[in-house]
């Protein structure tokens, strides 16, 4: 996009909204093409304001962005699509910003593009349906992690680099996916992985999500593939994530 040029409409994820002086609202929103951008919505707070609802958190926007030095303007917004579920359901707006932080964490404001935009809407959007959510969790930080160049390696040996059998593995974060126990056995590292989830991390690493949407797994599986998965992303970014720890609360109280 040429400097001189000081607004520009695009499509836009929120991703995140604050109350911002009296009336108006601090966003971070994805844009295909610009980013993540840090603006302001002026008045966006004030019931007449003809913003109000259309920065609403998660949603899908057409928006006129006017560039500033430090902050961006909000000129006009219009919603494409509000993904309402995702405000109406405690459990799916958790994964919703579980979807975000991740994408927060591994993208930096420039690195943003396209893939990951629509990624991101993809998947917000598989959350407003009958899908399991954690499946969508799932799919999508594999999803992500190939687009940040972190794929785990699930079909050959981290290690070895041969061929993985038809057999219950381990899965080491610091070599970055699956080892066989051969392997193993000499390092203090890796965590049992068993065949099932092995087979279900390569279907989602090598499917779209209209095939892997129809897996029906079990509980005790769903525990593995997230402690195997959140284990991995925490070592890459050397940080808990607080959305898990909101899921986790979550799950006690429903107990």
Request: hydrophobic letters at 40%; proline letters at 6%.
């Amino acid at each position: 996009m040429p400097s001189h040029e000081r607004s520009f409409r695009t499509p836009a994820v929120i991703l995140r909204r604050q109350d911002f002086g009296e009336a108006d609202r601090l966003l971070v929103v994805l844009t295909p093409g610009h980013g993540k951008l840090r603006a302001i919505a002026k008045g966006a707070r004030k019931p007449a304001a003809r913003k109000t609802g259309h920065v609403e958190l998660f949603a899908l926007v057409d928006m006129l962005i006017s560039r500033g030095r430090e902050l961006h303007i909000v000129a006009q917004a219009e919603t494409r699509e509000p993904f309402l579920p995702l405000r109406e359901d405690l459990v799916r707006g958790t994964y919703a910003n579980h979807l975000v932080e991740l994408l927060d964490r591994f993208t930096a404001d420039q690195d943003t593009g396209r893939a990951e935009f629509d990624l991101l809407v993809s998947a917000l959007g598989w959350l407003c349906t009958d899908a399991d959510p954690r499946l969508v969790a799932r799919y999508y930080e594999l999803a992500l992690l190939a687009l940040a160049g972190f794929a785990p390696s699930l079909h050959q040996c981290a290690v070895g680099q041969e061929s993985l059998e038809p057999q219950d593995q381990f899965f080491s974060p610091p070599d970055g996916g699956a080892i066989c126990p051969e392997h193993r056995a000499g390092l203090e590292r890796g965590t049992p992985l068993s065949l099932n989830a092995l087979k279900a991390l390569r279907y989602m690493q090598t499917r779209p999500w209209e095939a892997a949407r129809v897996l029906n797994l079990n509980g005790p599986l769903h525990l593995e593939l997230e402690r195997v998965m959140l284990a991995y992303i925490t070592y890459i970014l050397e940080q808990r994530l607080q959305s898990v720890e909101f899921l986790k609360r979550l799950r006690r109280e429903e107990r």
